[in-house]
């Protein structure tokens, strides 16, 4: 197994937890981001390695699967039984930032975007060339670019 098969949209990649009780795959976009705001870091223990994968992610095993709701409108997806954070996605939508580094290979995939850049903790940065947004910027361009 290989963890890469074509999907009609795009590469399906394995992902899974750090324990493996929870199991995925899903169709990430070829573009990966990070989110540095302070939540993130709570959870992730460092910023967030997040790729969009829509509505894509199907669960081969998802028992120890939960979602924690850590705002008003977003939710993050976990394993009861390791901790591993999983993914990001707006409350009652089905569209989801899944964690990078929860996929199997990543090799391939560019890193360009940086959010919330503007609570990103002064001690440490990243030398790749990406796009960086302030946390107002990012919530302009939901507000914006979204019906809600
Ligand atoms: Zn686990
Ligand atoms: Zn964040």
Same mark, same amino acid.
């Given at each position: ?57 199907? =669960? !081969?095993?998802? *028992? %120890? ?9 977003? +939710?993050?997806?976990? $394993? ?22 929860? =996929? !199997?290979?990543? *090799? %391939? ?9 503007? +609570?990103?903790?002064? $001690? ?25």
């Amino acid at each position: 197994m290989n963890g890469a098969q074509k999907d009609s949209e795009g590469v399906r990649r394995k992902g899974r937890c750090l324990c493996g009780a929870v199991q995925f795959t899903a169709v990430p976009a070829a573009e990966a981001g990070v989110c540095h705001c302070r939540m993130c870091q709570r959870w992730t223990a460092g910023p967030f390695f997040a790729v969009d994968c829509g509505d894509s992610v199907v =669960f !081969d095993s998802d *028992d %120890d699967y939960d979602l924690y709701r850590s705002s008003e409108w977003g +939710e993050r997806g976990f $394993c009861r039984k390791c901790g591993t954070p999983l993914l990001w996605k707006l409350h009652g939508k089905n569209q989801c930032s899944v964690s990078l580094t929860a =996929f !199997d290979e990543i *090799d %391939d995939m560019r890193f360009t975007t940086e959010i919330f850049i503007d +609570e990103k903790p002064d $001690c440490y940065a990243f030398s790749n060339e990406t796009k960086k947004m302030t946390g107002a910027e990012v919530f302009a361009m939901f507000a914006g670019g979204q019906d809600s």
